[in-house]
């Protein structure tokens, strides 16, 4: 899988959690998921969640808590989905 | 949870509901029937004096969703919370947290009127990174289901 296609999935995934829809309009990798796209922070957990189910991937907690970018949770899916 | 050299501890129902932090007037939740890792039941029953009935609605009393929610979340989530964090980190754990409730999908289909007993059963969608999601349904006495509803929340370091 391409990081352009992991890109577009996680872009989807996000979506529905994103409060902010001006910022989610030019979304990039370097968009940080809670402070520009306003997720609630407690959302992370059925962020991190759709991303293991969408990808059949393992996320565990130490590496999702490096995620705060668009691009983190590419970086980290495409590690793990080769 | 990490931090802690506390030892988990598996809660009695009745233990649980001592450590429930809403008290009344707004407990809703008279007795915790059965727990364990997996789910919750519990029982509670409307006051007919509570004071939402005068304006909800005079002359024809009726529970608020609002408050059938609540409900909902002080079994699924606070209580169930509070089993789950002490199995793993004591009491100290559950002492050391606030509940806050996250987020919810709920859909009614019955009336609770003032006096009407409920049971609330709730199941585990997962508990992770903190956070609990459960699966929930309020019934009557008759079997009537009032409310079901997914219902997540995070014990916060307080």
């Given amino acids: 899988m391409t990081k352009d296609e992991i890109l577009e999935r996680v872009i989807e995934i996000v979506r529905p959690y994103a409060k902010d829809d001006d910022a989610m309009e030019v979304i990039s990798l370097e968009t940080n998921i809670l402070q520009d796209l306003k997720v609630n922070s407690a959302r992370l957990v059925d962020v991190i969640l759709a991303f293991e189910d969408e990808f059949d991937i393992e996320v565990e907690d130490e590496d999702a808590d490096a995620v705060d970018t668009v691009g983190d949770a590419v970086e980290l899916i495409h590690g793990k989905v080769g | ?158």
């Fill in chain 2, 1 to 158: 949870m990490t931090g802690s050299d506390s030892v988990g501890v598996v809660l009695r129902p009745d233990e649980v509901l001592e450590l429930l932090p809403q008290k009344d007037p707004f407990r809703f939740v008279d007795e915790i029937i059965e727990v364990d890792e997996e789910h919750i039941k519990a029982r509670y029953r409307f006051r007919p004096e509570a004071d939402f009935y005068r304006g909800h609605f005079p002359d024809n009393p009726v529970t608020p969703g609002v408050i059938l929610l609540e409900a909902i979340a002080q079994v699924g989530v606070v209580a169930l919370g509070i089993f789950l964090i002490a199995q793993e980190g004591g009491r100290t754990e559950v002492e050391r947290r606030v509940s806050v409730f996250t987020d919810a999908e709920v859909d009614f289909s019955g009336v609770v009127k003032p006096g009407d007993a409920v049971t609330i059963s709730a199941t585990k969608v997962f508990f992770r990174r903190g956070k609990l999601r459960s699966k929930a349904e309020m019934t009557l006495d008759d079997g009537s289901v009032v409310c079901t509803a997914t219902v997540s929340g995070m014990g916060v370091l307080q």
